[in-house]
T-cell receptor, first 115, second 116 residues
Framework: DQQVKQNSPSLSVQEGRISILNCDYT??????FLWYKKYPAEGPTFLIS?????DKNEDGRFTVFLNKSAKHLSLHIVPSQPGDSAVYFC??????????????FGKGTKLSVIP | GAGVSQSPSNKVTEKGKDVELRCDPI?????LYWYRQSLGQGLEFLIY????????KSGLPSDRFSAERTGGSVSTLTIQRTQQEDSAVYLC??????????????FGDGTRLSIL
């Protein structure tokens, strides 16, 4: 059972326009959410995160929105640049009294920004 | 370097052999994680170390997999009697601390393991 879902395997966007990547989760215990970017043959690079006490977090061209009632988060990239072309992973972490905060990842969305 | 370092970057071995994968976390990071990514799949949690506490091994897929972390720094993931389904990219991540400080995990570039 996939607890973190990225339903769009790929997305194409024109340079300069907005990219919106979506992520849904099912586990109510998740309370910390992250987005990672991954280029081929490299490890995931941390982009931005959001705690469940917030509904929005912004860092430069990247904004993450969290809708807890819908168990949905999205990553907005404005304006999109060709260098943003990569696979984007959504990840979530629960609060765990046992102290292990492993991330549960979606399967990723491949973003292509067309010049 | 300043990032998480993993070695080797690629490993090809025959079925049945043992392999060791190494991870050097970012200096000062107390939390260390191992994940793997099989072809066409998302990243799957394997094991977690936090300081001197007992590791969380709940993600290890079988008793052929083990890991240790010496001196609270370098970690080694060992796979005994490798099987073809062990072929994957093994990724290591570290963070400043475990929650509740909400510290993001930073990943190395991984070890691509191929079992013939």
């Amino acid at each position: 059972d996939q607890q973190v879902k990225q339903n769009s395997p790929s997305l194409s966007v024109q340079e300069g326009r907005i990219s919106i990547l979506n992520c849904d989760y099912t586990n109510s215990m998740f309370d910390y959410f992250l987005w990672y970017k991954k280029y081929p043959a490299e490890g995931p690079t941390f982009l931005i995160s959001i705690s469940s006490i917030k509904d929005k977090n912004e860092d430069g061209r990247f904004t993450v929105f969290l809708n807890k009632s819908a168990k949905h988060l999205s990553l907005h990239i404005v304006p999109s640049q060709p260098g943003d072309s990569a696979v984007y992973f959504c990840a979530a972490s629960p609060y765990s009294g046992a102290g292990s905060y492993q991330l549960t990842f979606g399967k990723g969305t491949k973003l292509s920004v067309i010049p | 370097g300043a990032g998480v370092s993993q070695s080797p970057s690629n490993k090809v071995t025959e079925k049945g052999k043992d392999v060791e994968l190494r991870c050097d976390p970012i200096s000062g990071h107390t939390a260390l994680y191992w994940y793997r990514q099989s072809l066409g799949q998302g990243l799957e949690f394997l094991i977690y170390f936090q300081g001197n506490s007992a590791p969380d091994k709940s993600g290890l897929p079988s008793d052929r997999f083990s890991a240790e972390r010496t001196g609270g720094s370098v970690s080694t993931l060992t796979i005994q009697r490798t099987q073809q389904e062990d072929s994957a990219v093994y990724l290591c991540a570290s963070s400043l601390a475990a929650r509740p400080n909400n510290q993001p995990q930073h990943f190395g570039d991984g070890t691509r393991l191929s079992i013939l």
